[in-house]
């Protein structure tokens, strides 16, 4: 018993999948979880979705999970927290592992957010948030980043919304995944002219509707080589929060939560912020991974955009930043997300991330939050 | 949110009643039972209807009930005692940072199937 490593893992494209739903996704996902893998035992089945209550109507979704690949002996889960869910799923996988109890833990998250329109979407995906907020001050989640980013020009006297580099490295990134949802490149120049959601953002500042699996196999360490799997370890995680509303905060361009977390883990994995190789963080918007980015202190208050600027942040850079693309461009299928990145991460560990494999990562950070940073969760992952 | 979470929240939602708290004097919108500052006790307090526009974006990826509003401008607002609260701005084609606004009982939305209609605080700009 000890840190569990993570021997396996499984997503669908991220898309718009309309003739498929949950079960489809996940079980397309899960079977790739297993494939080339003997009979493994799974204790306990833990599944993460931020909105399938909305889109499909289907609650108590880990029982119908388990249902669907006939899974009965393991216990099961669920995980409801936006775009986290499915971090906050692993991050008590890890503790039934660390436990003793579970040998094996299948632990993922699903979406289907094509089945919604736009409106409701933009309702649904801001519920994380304060509901009192949501529905009585007319704000939303794109709302608010829209107001941070105008906060963020305003504070740091920033003319230029260089932070608008972020989706333009992201779709260069998502242009060589064969799993992520958007794969053009574009320029800084089009994303300052796309058509605006909430200025200064425009679309391609935020993430967009996306349906879509992943699920990972997370096991005790003695267990997997017993099994015989390559794998990664899970060397540490943290987790953090702080106040929903952003004026009940001592500054709100600082994600306290997200910086928390992070020392968290990277503390009880032994390992300093210089040894990262590469962060695969969440941030629905531009301006959410640039203030990550600052609050990780990864940069300097109000110099995310210029590192970005100059490929600091690429996949040749210093530190390469969501190497498939990111919730921007691999796709951002809330309750999957969090999944989507532990397992890219494991793949950059494992030397399977082709054409966008970063040589030399030792140890990989793996960043979650709901909303804008009300709950925080980190991990760090090692070869 | 029914009609019953409606109107339990009714008093916040009508008269942009906050919380302040009983040891530091931390003001919220909407209120908290505890400082999230401090940790305190809270109280109810009544915040000043006027303010000042610090913020504003045109909001154009409209959610469900507020999609009749085409589009609409949300604001972080300062009230006269430094409380910031967000809200919609009414009456006005070209806010601009500075402005002086007012809070005031707008209806927000009409719902279910018998048009339900919610009225909340908006804040425009002073007469």
Same mark, same amino acid.
């Not at chain 1, 058509?195 to 360490?221: E, Q, W």
């Not at chain 1, 040894?275 to 991974?289: A, F, H, R, T, V």
């Given at each position: 018993m000890g840190m569990p490593v993570i021997a396996g893992y499984g997503f669908t494209r991220v898309g718009e999948h309309w003739d498929r739903g949950l079960k489809d996704l996940s079980l397309e996902a899960i079977e790739k979880v297993f494939e080339g893998m003997s009979s493994v035992e799974i204790d306990a089945i833990y599944v993460g979705t931020a909105l399938s209550g909305f889109y499909e109507l289907q609650l108590s979704l880990a029982s119908h999970i388990a249902d669907l690949i006939a899974r009965f002996d393991a216990s099961v889960s669920?995980?409801?927290?936006?775009?986290?869910?499915?971090?906050?799923?692993? @991050?008590?996988?890890?503790? %039934?592992?660390? *436990?003793?109890?579970?040998?094996?833990?299948?632990?993922?998250?699903?979406?289907?957010?094509?089945?919604?329109?736009? &409106?409701?979407?933009?309702?649904?995906?801001?519920?994380?948030?304060?509901?009192?907020?949501?529905?009585? *001050?007319?704000?939303?989640?794109?709302?608010?980043?829209?107001?941070? &980013?105008?906060?963020? +020009?305003?504070?740091?006297?920033?003319?230029?919304?260089?932070?608008?580099?972020?989706?333009?490295?992201?779709?260069?990134?998502?242009?060589?995944?064969?799993?992520?949802?958007?794969?053009?490149?574009?320029? @800084?120049?089009?994303?300052?002219?796309? #058509?605006?959601?909430?200025?200064? +953002?425009?679309?391609?500042? $935020?993430?967009?509707?996306?349906?879509? &699996?992943?699920?990972?196999?997370?096991?005790?360490?003695?267990?997997?080589?017993?099994?015989?799997?390559?794998?990664?370890?899970?060397?540490?995680?943290?987790?953090?929060?702080?106040?929903?509303?952003?004026?009940?905060?001592?500054?709100?361009?600082?994600? #306290?939560? *997200?910086?928390?977390?992070?020392?968290? &883990?990277?503390?009880?994995?032994?390992?300093?912020?210089?040894?990262?190789?590469?962060?695969?963080? @969440?941030?629905? *918007? #531009?301006?959410?991974? $640039?203030?990550?980015?600052?609050?990780? %202190?990864?940069?300097?208050?109000?110099?995310?955009?210029k590192l970005l600027e100059r490929g600091y942040f690429s996949l040749s850079g210093e530190l390469p930043v969501n190497t498939f693309g990111g919730a921007k461009a691999r796709g951002d299928p809330k309750g999957a997300t969090a999944a989507y990145q532990l397992a890219e991460a494991a793949m950059q560990l494992l030397g399977r991330a082709g054409d966008n494999q970063v040589d030399g990562a030792e140890y990989a950070l793996v960043h979650s939050m709901v909303g804008l940073d009300i709950s925080a969760y980190a991990f760090v992952l090692g070869v | 949110m029914t009609e019953v979470s409606d109107w339990r929240f009714r008093r916040y939602r009508y008269r942009l009643i906050g919380s302040r708290c009983r040891e530091c004097g931390e003001t919220s919108y909407p209120p908290r039972r505890r400082c999230s500052r401090c940790g305190g006790a809270t109280e109810e307090y009544q915040l000043p209807r006027r303010g000042r526009v610090v913020h504003y974006t045109l909001l154009k990826a409209l959610p469900t009930r507020y999609n009749h509003y085409r589009p609409y401008f949300l604001a972080v607002v300062e009230l006269s005692d430094g409380t910031r609260v967000i809200g919609m701005l009414t009456d006005v084609d070209e806010p601009s940072e500075g402005m002086e606004v007012e809070a005031t009982l707008r209806k927000l939305y009409t719902y279910g199937e018998d048009g339900k209609i919610i009225y909340g605080v908006k804040f425009r700009p002073v007469l």
């Open positions: 669920n995980f409801e927290a936006g775009a986290a869910s499915s971090a906050q799923a692993f @991050y008590n996988a890890a503790l %039934g592992i660390l *436990s003793g109890m579970y040998k094996a833990v299948l632990v993922g998250g699903v979406e289907k957010m094509s089945d919604e329109l736009p &409106a409701p979407n933009y309702r649904g995906v801001s519920l994380v948030e304060d509901s009192f907020l949501v529905n009585y *001050s007319g704000m939303t989640e794109i709302g608010l980043h829209a107001l941070l &980013a105008k906060m963020y +020009l305003s504070e740091y006297g920033l003319e230029e919304p260089l932070y608008s580099y972020l989706p333009v490295n992201e779709h260069e990134n998502a242009s060589r995944a064969g799993h992520a949802q958007f794969r053009n490149r574009i320029t @800084y120049d089009m994303v300052r002219s796309a #058509s605006p959601v909430s200025d200064p +953002l425009t679309i391609f500042d $935020v993430t967009a509707p996306g349906d879509g &699996a992943a699920y990972i196999l997370l096991m005790d360490r003695e267990y997997a080589d017993s099994l015989g799997v390559e794998y990664v370890k899970l060397l540490g995680m943290g987790a953090a929060g702080q106040p929903a509303n952003l004026f009940d905060r001592a500054s709100p361009l600082f994600f #306290s939560a *997200s910086s928390r977390a992070v020392e968290k &883990a990277l503390e009880k994995a032994g390992v300093e912020t210089e040894d990262i190789g590469l962060l695969e963080m @969440y941030n629905p *918007s #531009s301006i959410s991974g $640039v203030l990550v980015l600052e609050s990780l %202190g990864l940069a300097d208050k109000g110099g995310a955009g | -």
